[in-house]
Each structure stands twice: as structure tokens, then as C-alpha cells.
Nanobody
């Protein structure tokens, strides 16, 4: 069983930056594909970023390309989401997700077996 815990969320002004962390346990991190998704009340969960087990393959949602960067430190069992140039529309609960099919990254939430509880990010205008 894989456990995921997100941290680093909070309140930030538009144009600012935050770095989210996802601490994983229960499985060797390099054997997990990882992803970040976000959700606001009343809307579907939205893909943000994904990374393969080795870190060699990454994908980004169109709304965050050029502003967000996903990375991983397998030795520290941690995945990061660096968020720059934040906008009010980035406000959401951000979820970390993992799946054992680690060779490739994937943008579909249904392809992830494990989820963290989420961390709130609020961007004020």
C-alpha cells in the first residue's frame, strides 16, 4: 500500500510562488509514476502535471505550462510541484497521485491508484 501526503499549500498573492511537496511511503518511489491534480468545488478534477518513475518524461496541463514544474527526488521519496506566476484561477485543492505503472507518465486521473488527502492553495488577486 502506498501512502501519500501533500504539504506546502497556503495563501499567496497573484504573481507569487509556492512549492508543493508530496511525501510517499510504502513503495520504492522510482517504481511509481506520479501526478498532480487539482479540484475546485463543483468542478471535475483537473490534470496539472505528471512525471514518470525515472523523471525522464513529464507532461503538463495547458493552463500551467511554462509556470509549473514537476520534479522528483527518489532518494528522498518526494515529488515536488514548483508553481510560479500564480493566478487566482490556480486556487484549488491540489492532490498528489501515484501508480505502479512507472515507465511512463500519464495525464488521466483514472490511471492513478493512490491519492493523497490534498492541500489547499489559495491565490489572492
Amino acid at each position: 500500500q502506498v501512502q501519500l501526503v501533500e504539504s506546502g499549500g497556503g495563501l499567496v498573492q497573484a504573481g507569487g510562488s509556492l512549492r508543493l511537496s508530496c511525501a510517499a511511503s510504502g513503495r520504492t518511489l522510482s517504481r511509481l509514476r506520479m501526478g498532480w491534480f487539482r479540484q475546485v468545488p463543483g468542478k471535475e478534477r483537473e490534470f496539472v502535471a505528471a512525471i514518470s518513475g525515472s523523471g525522464g518524461s513529464t507532461y503538463y496541463g495547458d493552463s500551467v505550462k511554462g509556470r509549473f514544474t514537476i520534479s522528483r527526488d527518489n532518494a528522498k521519496y518526494t515529488v515536488y510541484l514548483q508553481m510560479n506566476s500564480l493566478k487566482p484561477e490556480d486556487t484549488a485543492v491540489y492532490y498528489c497521485a501515484a501508480d505502479p505503472l512507472f515507465l511512463s507518465a500519464n495525464i488521466a486521473s483514472m490511471r492513478y491508484s493512490y491519492w493523497g488527502p490534498g492541500t489547499q492553495v489559495t491565490v489572492s488577486s
